[in-house]
């Protein structure tokens, strides 16, 4: 795990009074007054896919990302779709990327979607992600009281849930990230596909050049979907997509492209908000990702990134071979003693924030803007791979801390 926060203001502003519904990180300049500000409006318009079954589930995650500098330069707006396509809330399907300087905008800026599966672990794996297979119903696993905890290590013919995964299920806002099915048994988040979008074409537009209050001010996009041919490459598949790197991406035959409206506007958020307030009004704010180099007037954060950047799930020599599944009394007490007995695992990692005593933090995760906050994260999973590095872990794995 690695947490972002680094010099003395930004554990500051990490341990600030807590952040208001639209507090937003500022530009990274001091002296950078609103109004010189760029804004990205992103409205979600028509998945043109096939990727989940009934009762399963599709997310979207949408973030920015700038190619000189090969980072992600905002946090996650998330979606959440049914096997019908349509958002699993009432919610408008929009947002607005805030806060942007111009090195953002000069900068080779895209639009990056990528398309995680909630739903069965299939038996076989092809293309992504691709259609169900039923799961086996499975044993329970104790949840260690630590901080940063693996949730489950699953085989390919079964998945093993948490306890406190199965207290998550129920409450209008769910607590946990996965789904159960009419029989109990619990989903898990695949990798799929990415689409991805350049904006730096998109000429920005000022206040005083908006007239209209509808989503015609925005312009219409699609975004074709591609798959890895490679699980694990996965978490740059955006880079292979941006690249044209032919070898490293293909077609789906469910998945053909995502629609959506996009503008690029300049100026101070506030009155652009009251400028198109059926347009704004109701879309929830992405934040950059990061913190200020100083405290402006008015602006509090409580925020903590958290990061899992590599694991090693193999068996070690020195394991006592006592795992999830062993006849064993031992206690599980690191990632490598869930390998045991497992040649090619297939592991799940959940994280939650208890407090000294052991005590959950309820709500205190998020997932993206748009989606509520979850008191446990769940990664996705990667097939029969026990050692995921920096390079397959998928943006996913990264979440915050509200």
């Known amino acids: 795990m690695s947490y972002l926060p680094a010099d003395a203001a930004q554990v500051a502003l990490a341990h600030g009074a807590p952040m208001p519904l639209n507090g937003l990180a500022r530009d990274s300049s001091p002296t950078s007054p609103s109004s010189s500000l760029y804004h990205i409006v992103l ?20 973030s920015l990302f700038a190619k000189g500098d090969a980072r992600f330069v905002t946090e996650e707006y998330c979606i959440v779709l049914n096997s019908a396509g349509a958002p699993s809330r009432d ?32 038996s076989s794996s092809s293309g992504g992600g691709g259609g169900p297979s039923p799961a086996s119903p499975s044993p329970q696993a104790d949840s260690s009281s630590s901080f940063f905890h693996p949730s489950a290590s699953r085989s390919d013919a079964a ?16 607590r946990s990230m996965l789904v159960t099915d009419a029989s109990g048994r619990q989903s898990c988040r695949r990798p799929f596909g990415c689409a991805v979008l350049e904006l730096s074409h998109l000429k920005a537009r000022s206040v005083d050049e908006l007239s209209s209050e509808s989503t015609a001010v925005l312009d219409d996009k699609q975004m074709p979907i591609f798959v ?21 991406l293909e077609k789906h035959a469910r998945a053909d492209h995502l629609s959506v409206g996009v503008r690029v506007l300049h100026g101070d958020a506030a009155v ?29 954060r409580n925020d903590v990134y958290v990061t899992l950047s590599s694991g090693d799930l193999r068996q070690s020599a020195a ?7 062993g006849g064993g009394t031992s206690t ?36 993206g803007s748009g989606e509520p906050l979850v008191s446990q994260y769940t990664s996705t999973v990667l097939r ?19």
Not at 98 to 109: A, K, V, Y
Not at 320 to 325: P, Q, T
Not at 384 to 397: E, K, L, Q, V
């Open 43 to 62: 409205d979600v318009r028509h998945l043109a896919a096939q990727i989940a079954a009934p009762g399963e589930h599709v997310e979207l995650v949408f």
């Open 91 to 122: 919610v408008p399907m929009r947002t607005i990327f805030r806060d942007l300087g111009q090195h953002d905008i000069s900068d080779q800026l895209y639009l990056v979607c990528r398309i995680v599966k909630n739903g069965a672990l299939k």
């Open 384 to 402: 029969a791979n026990n050692c995921p590095g920096a390079s397959t872990f998928p943006s996913s794995w990264c979440t915050a801390l509200r």
């Open 332 to 367: 599980v007490r690191s990632l490598a003693q869930l390998a045991a007995g497992s040649a090619a695992g297939t592991f799940e990692v959940a994280v939650e924030v208890r407090t000294k005593d052991g005590v959950i933090v309820e709500r205190a995760l998020s997932r």
């Open 228 to 248: 890895p041919t490679a699980e694990s490459s996965f978490s740059t598949l955006h880079e292979d997509i941006i690249a044209s790197r032919v070898k490293e």
């Open 272 to 300: 652009l908000v009251r400028q198109l307030p059926s347009l704004l009004a109701a879309a929830p704010p992405t934040g950059r990702l990061g913190f200020s180099d100083i405290a402006l007037p008015g602006e509090a």
């Open 159 to 174: 998945s093993i849930d948490t306890s406190s995964s199965r207290r998550a299920l129920g409450g209008p806002t769910p």
């Open 319 to 325: 394991s006592s071979g006592a795992g999830v599944n």
